[in-house]
C-alpha cells in the first residue's frame, strides 16, 4: 500500500525560513513525477513546485527564486526548502506523487505553513 507522508509545517515570520519533507513508501519504482502543491484558506490548489524523474524542475512564479525543490530518486523523497517566506505563503502543502505521465497519483494528508507579519 503506497503512503506518502510530509513533515516539517509551521509558524515562522516573514522572511524566515522551512524546509518541507515528504516520504513515499509502498512503491517499488521511480513515479514520473514528484512535488508539492498548496492550498490557502478560500483558495483552489495550485502547484508550487514539482521534480520530474531525469531532472526537470517546475517552479510556480509565486514562488520561484525562493523555494527550491530537491528530489532523491532512489530514496523516493522530496523536499521543498522555502525561503523568505511570505504571509502569502501561508497554506496546507500537500506532497504530490504521479506515476506516469498518463496520469495515476497519490497525495500526502497535508501540512500545515503558517507566515506571520
Request: aromatic content about 10%; proline content about 2%.
Amino acid at each position: 500500500q503506497v503512503q506518502v507522508v510530509e513533515s516539517g509545517g509551521g509558524l515562522v515570520e516573514t522572511g524566515g525560513s522551512l524546509r518541507l519533507s515528504c516520504v513515499v513508501s509502498g512503491m517499488s519504482f521511480r513515479p514520473f513525477r514528484m512535488g508539492w502543491y498548496r492550498q490557502g484558506a478560500g483558495k483552489d490548489r495550485d502547484s508550487v513546485a514539482l521534480a520530474d524523474k531525469g531532472g526537470n524542475r517546475h517552479y510556480s512564479d509565486s514562488v520561484r527564486g525562493r523555494f527550491i525543490i530537491y528530489r532523491d530518486e532512489a530514496k523516493n523523497t522530496v523536499d521543498l526548502q522555502m525561503n523568505a517566506l511570505k504571509p502569502e505563503d501561508t497554506a496546507v502543502y500537500y506532497c504530490y506523487v504521479q506515476i506516469s505521465a498518463a496520469g495515476g497519483d497519490y497525495w500526502g494528508q497535508g501540512t500545515q505553513v503558517t507566515v506571520s507579519s
